[in-house]
């Protein structure tokens, strides 16, 4: 018999596997009216959602090898998505901020993706929806306080901000 937190790791699971289906991403792209490497989609979001944010906090965040995502964020600052500002106190360290045409694709972004969920939540009733968001919040929270490293127990103000799901400006 599988206990629930097994059948929460299958979700996530499937979850995941959703969130990473390049079929999947070239179709939103093409809903948001967008033309861009598959590959930078994950990345601009992610700043779009961490910003402002190291290349190797980036990494971390996406699962990828630090010099791989390296690359593709000179291919999105080569592309105007994105700027990188020098971090106060360490001019060694450099954030990434979307651009105004990053947040331009962001709104694009955001919009598709309400079209898409109204499409396939649009039955839930609102009570539901608003469950949903709400145990999915706190579940996000809960895991990611279980998972905070020493040197994170006095996080940086953006480290805060970092906490709320921030999409554009």
């Not at 390049?22 to 861009?36: R, Y």
């Not at 954030?95 to 039955?123: I, T, V, W, Y």
């Not at 929806?129 to 996080?155: C, I, N, Y």
Request: net charge positive; with cysteine; aromatic share 6%.
């Amino acid at each position: 018999m599988a206990d629930w937190s097994d059948e929460i790791h299958g979700i996530l699971l499937q979850l995941k596997g959703y969130m990473n289906r390049p079929d999947i991403d070239q179709a939103f792209l093409a809903e948001a009216g967008v033309k861009l490497d598959r590959a930078l989609f994950p990345l601009l979001s992610m700043i779009g959602l961490s910003h402002p944010i190291s290349v190797v906090e980036l990494a971390n965040l996406v699962g990828r090898d630090h010099s791989t995502v390296s690359r593709q964020v000179a291919k999105l600052e080569a592309l105007g998505l994105l700027q990188r500002e020098a971090a106060k106190g360490d001019q060694r360290i450099r954030f990434l901020e979307p651009s105004e045409s990053g947040h331009q694709m962001l709104a694009q972004f955001a919009a598709a993706r309400c079209k898409l969920l109204n499409e396939r939540l649009g039955d839930w009733s609102s009570q539901d929806q608003r469950m949903l968001l709400h145990l999915l919040k706190r579940f996000s929270s809960t895991m990611a306080a279980g998972f905070e490293r020493p040197s994170d127990a006095s996080p940086s103000p953006s480290k805060r901000e970092r906490s709320t799901v921030r999409w554009g400006k």
